[in-house]
């Protein structure tokens, strides 16, 4: 069973465009008072009537500019939380064409039709964590450039160095960010696909898997040494921690079924239209 390339990449698609949508906000809010604040805790002034300037009224101009980087972000975020959904049962119809695909060459038949309702739940639940992961992307990034700008601002430098300090930490804190943006694309795609994969195996009767990984040098040790044995669905391998191929984080594995004997599966056939 093919891996769903070209549904992890839109997922990815949508989620850079968002971190881009972010950029956009951190220039027009963040960058043009960054020299202002470098200035304000670098140099003493003092008024002609002997009273000094405030020098931590770059507290006042960060907080509002991260109010204003927060309201611009509102909408880019529930447009992508909205566009997100349709990954769900995107993924649902490519895992059922490659599982009809599989069980056609082998036994000359597609397996029965599939009850709508049984992996409503599962999308649902997927949606649901996937919202609260893409509300995370410009939350979490920016108390992070919230955080780096003020501990540089306090420990004070020259106007240009200090300006050029808190540019490049938005610069690095936002590559950052396409960084995790594709990671959560690869990671959510790869474990909705892994659970699709274990419901279709399970309804036809499949008690277990061969483990098998793509076979290169990022696998990791503790995946590599379970590749080739065999694993039940009830009984996952203690050496990935419970987990099934693809659940684990970035997993890339796959679980490779051990399918029943042609009897054995038309008896489960059978079955599922009794059920259905």
């Known amino acids: 069973m093919k891996y769903p390339h070209g549904i992890e990449y839109s997922y990815r698609n949508d989620l850079l465009a968002l971190s ?29 009537t002997g009273t000094m300037v405030r020098q931590d009224a770059w507290q006042d101009d960060l907080r509002t500019a991260f109010e ?18 349709k990954y769900g049962p995107m993924t649902n119809q490519y895992n059922k064409a490659e ?20 992996y409503k739940e599962l999308m649902a639940q997927w949606s649901r964590n ?38 490049d930490i938005m610069a690095e804190r936002t590559d950052v960010t396409d ?26 009767g499949i008690e277990g898997y061969v483990w098998r990984t793509v076979g290169d040098e990022r696998v990791r ?18 050496e990935t921690d419970g987990n099934h191929p693809g659940e684990d984080y970035q997993c890339r594995c796959w679980a490779e079924p051990v399918l029943p004997e042609y009897l054995e599966f038309q008896a489960s056939l059978l079955d599922q239209e009794e059920f259905a």
Do not use: C
């Open 221 to 238: 040790d503790t995946h590599d040494a379970v590749d080739g044995q065999f694993f039940s669905w009830d009984n996952p391998p203690g």
């Open 179 to 204: 960084s995790r943006a594709k990671l959560i694309a690869r990671d959510q795609v790869a474990k909705l696909n892994a659970q699709f994969t274990q419901e279709r195996q399970q309804d036809a």
């Open 68 to 85: 204003r980087i927060v309201r611009d972000m509102g909408k880019p975020v529930d447009d992508t939380i909205k566009s997100m959904i």
């Open 20 to 48: 881009h949508k972010l950029k956009l906000s951190l220039k027009k809010h963040m960058a043009p008072i960054v020299p202002k604040m470098a200035a304000e805790v670098t140099n003493h002034l003092e008024l002609p």
């Open 130 to 167: 996937n919202a609260l992961l893409i509300k995370d992307i410009p939350t979490k990034t920016m108390l992070q450039i919230q955080e780096k700008t003020i501990e540089a601002l306090r420990v004070g430098q020259t106007v240009p160095d200090l300006t050029k300090d808190i540019y």
């Open 99 to 118: 599982w009809t695909k599989l069980i056609r060459s082998q036994y000359g038949v597609d397996p029965t039709k599939e009850n709508p309702e049984a």
